[in-house]
T-cell receptor, first 113, second 113 residues
């Protein structure tokens, strides 16, 4: 198993540009989520999905869109990038059951200038 | 979910046991204690979790006090590759919260040769 795969690893955007961060998992996990990590802030939940066709907002959803058309993929879209979205983004997945540990990808480092 | 308190940093000699404490004095009966770690620039990695009983796996041991107000993660023979930020997280079972982890600042563990 490849686990949770995130692409790209690095990205630089100009303010106002749009892009999609990709996340794919091959573990047949129902639950997927996106976190962002900023210095001194820890990881904060952006959006999550408990299954295909179902998404919901986390702690910091503004400026981001998600969709879940398949079990395997959970892309995160930035419609109009802002410097405040400069961060490291992590995708995670787990089985949809209590105590199933979260499996994280290795992150996408995004810089918005 | 209950709040956790961890020391900001700890040191350990290579080959010795690393004992990382966590205080969760407001933990309630249905809340589990999880430990994750994050090695520099990688995604968080699940280590272990428990409810009441002590737990052990191939990576570590988790000791939870009888009153459940604190716990200790034990890495029995620390290596240089165990240098990382260690997060203690408390999360309730049930509902749709299985994936929603609240990451604090964690403990920076530095293993010295």
């Amino acid at each position: 198993n490849a686990g949770v795969t995130q692409t790209p690893k690095f990205q630089v955007l100009k303010t106002g540009q749009s892009m999609t961060l990709q996340c794919a998992q091959d573990m047949n996990h129902e639950y997927m989520s996106w976190y962002r990590q900023d210095p001194g802030m820890g990881l904060r939940l952006i959006h999550y999905s408990v299954g295909a066709g179902i998404t919901d907002q986390g702690e910091v959803p503004n400026g981001y869109n998600v969709s879940r058309s398949t079990t395997e993929d959970f892309p995160l879209r930035l419609l109009s990038a802002a410097p405040s979205q400069t961060s490291v983004y992590f995708c995670a997945s787990s089985y949809r059951q209590d105590n199933s540990p979260l499996h994280f990808g290795n992150g996408t480092r995004l810089t918005v200038t | 979910d209950a709040k956790t308190t961890q020391p900001p940093s700890m040191d350990c000699a290579e080959g010795r046991a690393a004992n990382l404490p966590c205080n969760h004095s407001t933990i309630s009966g249905n809340e589990y204690v999880y430990w994750y770690r994050q090695i520099h620039s990688q995604g968080p990695q699940y280590i272990i979790h428990g409810l009441k009983n002590n737990e052990t796996n191939e990576m570590a041991s988790l000791i939870i006090t009888e009153d459940r107000k604190s716990s200790t993660l034990i890495l029995p023979h620390a290596t240089l590759r165990d240098t990382a930020v260690y997060y203690c997280i408390v999360r309730a079972a049930g509902g749709t919260s299985y994936g929603k982890l609240t990451f604090g600042q964690g403990t920076i563990l530095t293993v010295h040769p």
